[in-house]
């Protein structure tokens, strides 16, 4: 080609020839040429501050049963990123490339596998230590170890544990079926309380593990009643009120007798009638059986033959009276003994003989003390039904007969607008003056039936009637070891002569006696001290004035102790010329 075309062809590509050569010094310089060094040293730089990891955290050994997962954790350091792959002993672990790593569900095979875990970034790898999986059988299976359980005794205070092996603790422990002695509760595998009722029971008892699996056993316990005998009552009356809740009779200023014989005596501050309205709350108290909520039901239109506690003391060969006030409004539905067929209705009386039987100690064993609608709350005030118990039951307390023996029961019959446990939560008062333990109150949870066992058995009857069978008794309210019996010695006067006295002179003379039941009442029973004299009260004293005439005096009956028993004096005084005679 001419040398003139040629240069042409040259200028026009400057650009290409430009590149070419950029190229080519670019290709030099990154060949490593000797000159050209500043970028390789900028690197060389930037790697200088960069650290290998290393662990802060090691994995360590896990034990585990067949079934189980175990989890493995370590912690690192070093320059971002760290990247994590797990190995089961020596080989890598698919998926497993994180700072945890938990295995699968276990089995016998994996015992004694080591892990370990390497961690790496752009500098370099560390690996962790090993970690030892320990895989052991299944748990033992669970199981109650406890075999038996000791009895117990009535109004003493129990407690057993449980024992369980095997499973997952925690345990949780339940009654599966039947049913604990009366006054015991299971709590974290410990059976406590104060029994409250005599008997074998006989219930099931279940544990669960942590893991929700079960067993259980069955037990019994034997509870007998104390070896302290109770109080046998002489007689027992029981008085009923109406329709009114604990809160407003406990504690209430309309009722201050009712509260302080609670303050005195015994409170049960856990009863609860049985049901509405009251005809069956009555019926419970006089059978053991609600029978009827029916109000209306009469005697004619309702007969009951069912046992009850008047049949029971008849059958006893005991005494009772069903002492009805019928002046006022007069619910026959408050009387249950009017409803009962097999029974001596004779002794249903008016309430004027009770006073007559006090004053004349012809009280019989039993006595149901009907007031009328008004004297017991159902048509007017607390205070008017308080006020009628000072009046007619104070009298009662008071009867040095019933101070020896007695038991008074003041309980309503249903509370007013409570239904808890069917009636609602009401007063009961329990009150016998040689036996009840000083303003006892009680927490123990009692019905009706519970009050109808306390009088059947307080008079040493055994037979009790319906649900008072296996009702909760009553006795922790009563000093069981307290007695009633009769005095061991006769009464007699010790006294055995009294000095001369002389007409016309002071005169003093004393008279003692023994035995019976202090403190005594001293009377002149038959003819006449010497004129002038008197004998003085309550100490016995033959005192005052002077002897003015020559008689006579004879004591065949004096003293009288306390429970109105008078017995001979059997001994002759002289006084001077006056003589003593029996």
């Known amino acids: 080609m001419p040398l003139n075309e040629r240069r042409p062809s040259i200028r026009n590509k400057p650009f290409v020839f430009a590149s070419l050569l950029l190229v080519t010094l670019g290709v030099i310089n990154q060949s490593g040429c000797a000159g050209l060094t500043s970028s390789g040293a900028s690197k060389t ?32 350091t070093g320059t971002a990123p760290l990247t994590y792959q797990w190995k089961k002993s020596g080989t890598a672990i698919t998926g497993a490339a994180s700072s945890t790593y938990t295995t699968p569900a ?16 752009s500098i370099g790898s560390a690996t962790s230590n090993a970690a030892i999986l320990t895989v052991s059988n299944a748990t033992q299976s669970l199981q109650i170890t406890t075999s038996s359980l000791p009895g117990g005794q009535m109004q003493t205070s129990y407690s057993a544990s449980l024992q369980a092996a095997g499973g997952t603790a925690p345990y949780a422990w339940s ?67 109406e329709n009114t809740n604990y809160g407003n009779v406990v504690g209430s ?112 064993n039993f006595s149901w003390i009907v007031p009328n609608g008004c004297d017991d709350a159902h048509d007017c005030s607390l205070s008017t039904a308080d006020s009628w118990l000072q009046t007619n039951i104070d009298p009662l307390i008071k009867n040095p007969t019933f101070q020896k023996d007695g038991l ?12 808890t446990s069917g009636g609602g939560r ?47 008794p009553m006795w922790e309210f009563f000093n069981s070891s307290a007695t009633a019996a009769a005095p061991t010695t006769m009464i007699a006067i010790s006294t055995t002569s009294l000095p001369a006295g002389t007409v016309g002179q002071g005169y003093s003379a004393q008279l003692n006696a023994t035995g019976g039941t202090a403190p005594y009442a001293w009377s002149v029973a038959s003819g006449s001290l ?16 002077s002897p003015a005439t020559d008689t006579g005096l004879a004591l065949p009956d004096v003293p009288v102790d306390y429970d109105g028993t008078t017995r001979p004096q059997g001994a002759g005084f002289d006084i001077g010329p006056f003589e003593l005679h029996p």
């Open 253 to 364: 200023s309309s009722m201050p007798y009712l509260n302080s014989l609670m303050n005195q005596y015994g409170l049960a501050t856990q009863y609860f009638a049985n049901t509405h309205p009251s005809i069956g709350n009555y019926m419970m108290l006089a059978t053991g059986q609600i029978l009827t909520n029916d109000d209306s039901q009469t005697p004619s239109s309702f007969p009951v033959s069912a046992d009850n506690i008047a049949r029971e003391v008849e059958l006893a060969g005991k005494t009772w009276k069903d002492y009805r006030e019928m002046t006022g409004t007069y619910y026959v539905r408050h009387d249950p003994l009017a409803y009962m067929t097999n029974i001596n209705s004779a002794n249903r009386v008016s309430f004027p003989q009770f006073a007559t039987d006090l004053a004349n100690g012809t009280l019989p």
């Open 175 to 241: 009654v599966l079926s039947g049913q604990l002695p009366n006054g015991l509760s299971l709590s974290n595998g410990t059976i406590t309380g104060t029994p409250t009722l005599a008997g074998s029971f006989t219930f099931t008892i279940q544990v669960k593990d942590k893991s929700g699996a079960t067993a259980s056993a069955a037990f019994s316990i034997s509870i007998t009643t104390t070896t302290s005998v109770t109080p046998q009552f002489g007689h027992t009356v029981i008085v009923v009120e």
């Open 408 to 419: 008074l029961i003041i309980v309503f019959d249903e509370s007013g607008n409570d239904n």
């Open 106 to 121: 276990t089995t016998t095979s994996d015992n004694g596998a080591q892990f370990t875990v390497v961690v790496s970034n």
């Open 530 to 545: 010497p004129l002038g004299l008197t004998l003085s009260l309550p100490d016995a004293h033959l005192q005052a004035g």
């Open 45 to 76: 730089s930037t790697n200088s501050d960069a650290t290998a990891p290393s662990f802060t955290t090691q994995p360590t050994s896990q034990t585990v049963t067949v079934g189980q997962t175990a989890t493995f954790t370590v912690a690192a």
């Open 426 to 472: 009401v007063a009961a008062v329990l009150i016998s003056p040689p036996f009840s333990h000083v303003a006892y109150q009680s927490s123990t949870f009692y019905q009706h039936e519970s009050a109808l066992r306390l009088m059947l058995e307080g008079l040493g009857i055994k037979t009790l009637p319906g649900a008072a069978a296996t009702a909760p």
